[in-house]
Structures are given as structure tokens and as C-alpha cells.
């Protein structure tokens, strides 16, 4: 039986922390206790039987000194001004059902980066704060349905064509309170200030 295009995904997943992790020299234990993530947790990843939340795998991100955009963006060879949709990545967060795309092409050499979310209704992520994303910043910008953003202590109740300006590495949270599906634009500026 063959695999479908999620499962090759999430197991290119598991195979770029292994990789990561190892090229930076750790072992488990020492991103386990770099991340927070439990050592069984990130086993299990790395093994493909336990795929990442969101929030989980911002933090093994933040220990490997990434943001969730630079652990997107593989090393490409063949680099291109262009990315179709079709052949832009996603992953879907198996907690929320959140749906990430890059669309932004890898390996320009730019750096900023481009996501588009679609959030389901109700959903919730958070994103503790991490000092390898210090000094990045982002906007969100609100393309459909309603978000409210939690960044630096205040809440922000966002509409469609509201965009909001945020440091990335202070941590934040995401939130869906309607009963609608919110569709929004990551625009993350990855130099440090």
C-alpha cells in the first residue's frame, strides 16, 4: 500500500528533527531539555509514530535556533523564483487541525517568509516564547473569519483585512472564537534587530 502525501510529509517531519538534532550535535535528552519536550516525546517523533502539535513543535524549533518557517524551508537545489500552490508544503496540526502552507519559494535567500493558515472554528494555539526567534518579527494579517491575537499582554480582536504587527520571540497566542473557519497571512521578517 502506498503512502498518501500527509504521511510522506510527516515523515519528512520526523526525519528533519533527527536530522537537525544530530547535525547540531544533541542528543535527545539535551533537546529535551532544551525544548521542554520530554526525551519519549521526541523519540517518537523522530520515529514517525507521534506527530508534532504546533506548539510542540515550536518549541523543538526554538531549541534548534529556527523559526516553524526555516524548519519549513528545506535545503532546495533546485531553487526557483516560483512555487506553484500545488507544490507548496503543508502541515496540518494534528491537535487543532490547523492547516499551514509555505508559500513563499525556499532557498531565495530571502528573509521573509510567507505562510497562509486556515484555523478552524473554535481552535486555540500558543507560542511560548523563544530566544532564538528574539528580535524576528511577523504580521498576521486576517484574510477571512475573525481571530483574536494575544501578543505582549494585550488581546487583539481582529476582522477580515486587519493586520497586526508583532516581535515573534515574546510568544503569543492564536484564537478562533467564532463558530466559522478563519483563513490569515503570516508575513514573518526573520532579521534580527
Not at 472554528?121 to 475573525?146: D, K, R
Amino acid at each position: 500500500m502506498m503512502e498518501n502525501d500527509q504521511e510522506i510529509f510527516e515523515r519528512s517531519i520526523a526525519d528533519r528533527i533527527r536530522h537537525l538534532r544530530t547535525s547540531a550535535q544533541l542528543t535527545l535528552d539535551q533537546l529535551a531539555s532544551a525544548s521542554g519536550v520530554s526525551r519519549a516525546m521526541i523519540s517518537r517523533i523522530e520515529r514517525g509514530e507521534a506527530s508534532p502539535t504546533a506548539a510542540l513543535l515550536a518549541r523543538i524549533c526554538a531549541a534548534l535556533g529556527l523559526s516553524l518557517s526555516g524548519f519549513f524551508a528545506e535545503d532546495e537545489t533546485d531553487i526557483s523564483p516560483l512555487v506553484r500552490k500545488r507544490d507548496q508544503p503543508t502541515w496540518k496540526d494534528p491537535e487543532t487541525g490547523y492547516v499551514r502552507r509555505a508559500v513563499s519559494p525556499a532557498g531565495t535567500g530571502s528573509e521573509v517568509d510567507i505562510v497562509e493558515v486556515d484555523f478552524p472554528p473554535h481552535a486555540s494555539v500558543s507560542f511560548p516564547p523563544h530566544t532564538a526567534s528574539h528580535g524576528m518579527t511577523q504580521y498576521v494579517w486576517l484574510l477571512e473569519g475573525c481571530l483574536e491575537m494575544t501578543t505582549g499582554g494585550e488581546v487583539f480582536r481582529m476582522e477580515p483585512g486587519d493586520c497586526l504587527f508583532m516581535p515573534v520571540g515574546e510568544g503569543h497566542r492564536f484564537h478562533n472564537p467564532s463558530g466559522q473557519p478563519a483563513r490569515y497571512a503570516v508575513v514573518l521578517d526573520q532579521r534580527k534587530r
